[in-house]
Nanobody
């Protein structure tokens, strides 16, 4: 099955930047929609950004203009580039792969903390 290995979380000051990475164990980008979700304590999990197999993107309103989802096919890696980070961005971030809602896989999650 598909496995998603995440990296790049950590502590950053407000206004700072951080980039998350997600590496699948196979070449799935041509078929799967790839997404980043996040969940803060006491909050529901929410979709942050999605990149379809056709290259279409979708962003949560509160991150649009600050976050960028992209993929590097040569490195077989998905990225979430986060700029102008705010305390409300603090959450556990998860990589997700979805094929037709029949095959769904999750990364292990990584903590992003925005604090001074």
């Amino acid at each position: 099955q598909v496995e998603l290995a995440q990296s790049g979380g950590g502590l950053v000051q407000p206004g700072g930047s951080l980039t998350l990475s997600c590496v699948p164990n196979g070449n799935i980008f041509s078929h799967y929609a790839i997404s980043w979700y996040r969940q803060a304590p006491g909050k529901q999990r929410e979709l942050v950004a999605r990149l379809s197999a056709m290259g279409q993107t979708r962003y949560l309103d509160s991150v649009r203009g600050r976050f960028t989802i992209s993929r590097d096919d040569a490195k077989n890696t998905l990225y979430l580039i986060m700029n102008s980070l705010q305390p409300d961005d603090t959450a556990v971030y998860y990589c997700n792969a979805n094929l037709d809602n029949n095959w769904i896989y999750w990364g292990q999650g990584t903590q992003v903390t925005v604090s001074s």
